[in-house]
């Protein structure tokens, strides 16, 4: 049987993309990176690898739905089946969910739901809270409100600041995430 071939949506450095790609016996091919910033360090990690890149900019697209239909076209080109969000800086609209629905995940730096959307981090620790984490679950239409499939706690300690929780955060995303897709390929959820 051929394997799930999928596609990682990322914006920004691609840490979460490294630690997919070198997780073992994924059960799936990780089959493209779909960037929306074309400086963007993943692209070059992409390129890395050989792997097929979509890179487009939203703004050279009339409408969301055009660059989303863009992409989408590539991705069924590629048969694609299942999205990987990884650091993706955009609300998946109608043009992607609805063809992939079920088979959209992404990961957050919180305790969904608590503290979604931009800055996670930097809420935790405005919020006070002694605690936050890391949370894997499916896109819907929401911020950040699809089910959860996976979290893990990390305590936030008094002298933490942003980047000495970001950097406890990512360690726990780079495990979890990979584990997660692992579990879903392989239909053990
Ligand atoms: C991660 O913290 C992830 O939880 C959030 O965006 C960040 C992406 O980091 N959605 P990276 O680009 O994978 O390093």
New binding site residues.
Partial sequence: MNKTRAAIF????????SAIMAAKDLNCDIACLVCDQPEAA?IKKAQAFNMETIILSPKAFPTKADYEKEILTRLKQKGITWLF????MRLIGDTLLHPFTGKII????SLLPDFPGLDAIGQALTAGVSRTG?TVHYVDDGMDTGPIIAQEEVDILPEDTKETL?QR??TV?HTLYPSVIKQLMNDTY
Avoid: R
């Avoid at 992404?106 to 730096?109: R, T, Y």
């Fill in positions: 990322a914006s920004g450095t691609g840490s979460n993309f993943v969000l990884a650091g993706y992404n990961i957050h730096p890391v970001q955060i990512q995303e």
